[in-house]
């Protein structure tokens, strides 16, 4: 069965540092999608990046990047140049892509990050 | 163009009374997913529509859950006789034919049964 663990349920960085956030996976399919979505206090739920399983290159988004490394099944999320803004909840979340036209979610459990000023 | 839109955005509802939950998807859009959150948990699946076809509800709980997508109008989860337990955010999220990877997602409804 598919799955995504993050193991971190809550940590903290200091403003302006780089910090890792934690994800592996589990499936049996060769081709998947994974992404990472951010949950501030406010409640909506913001997508930040996605790494295709076929993608060569590691996915970027501005001081968002991915560390995919498929073999061990990992796809953490480096955020750069922490930011207080950047405190929030963040979900990595899974989708297979042999089903068709249906994409639907496979989500962790989340990892709260707080930024120290 | 508009995002994904939700309403109502809270909802609070007397055990045993019915919720409806309202999505409507971007322009455009004729996929749409609704996902539940859990106080302290991420998201589950519920269910997956496309216009006025069920494509995959195999998170949907047996009873008193359902959904539509109509031709016309948004999108429907409809929850007969609430409990305690179903107090949780309900999230849509919508996608148009062709960008099968990308979901946009709404703000969400936050229900509270008392």
């Known amino acids: 069965a598919q799955k995504i663990t993050q193991t971190q349920p809550g940590m903290f960085v200091q403003e302006k540092e780089a910090v890792t956030l934690d994800c592996t996976y589990d499936t049996s399919d060769p081709s998947y999608g994974l992404f990472w979505y951010k949950q501030p206090s406010s409640g909506e739920m913001i997508f930040l990046i996605y790494q295709g399983s076929y993608d060569q290159q590691n996915a970027t988004e501005g001081r968002y990047s991915l560390n995919f490394q498929k073999a061990r099944k990992s796809a953490n999320l480096v955020i750069s140049a922490s930011q207080l803004g950047d405190s929030a909840m963040y979900f990595c979340a899974m989708t297979l892509s042999r089903a068709g036209n249906n994409r639907k979610l496979i989500w962790g459990l989340g990892t709260s990050l707080g930024v120290n000023p | 163009n508009a995002g994904v839109m939700q309403n109502p955005r809270h909802l609070v509802r007397r055990r045993g009374q019915e919720a409806r939950l309202r999505c409507s998807p971007m322009k455009g859009h004729s996929h749409v997913y609704w996902y539940r959150q859990l106080p302290e948990e991420g998201l589950k699946f519920m269910v997956y529509?496309?216009?006025?076809?069920?494509?995959?509800e195999s998170g949907m709980p047996k009873e008193r859950f359902s959904a539509e997508f109509p031709k016309e109008g948004p999108s429907i989860l409809r929850i007969q006789q609430v409990v305690r337990g179903d107090s949780a955010a309900y999230f849509c999220a919508s996608s148009p034919p062709g960008q099968k990877d990308t979901q946009y997602f709404g703000p969400g409804t936050r229900l509270t049964v008392l």
């Open positions: 529509l496309q216009k006025e076809n069920i494509i995959d």
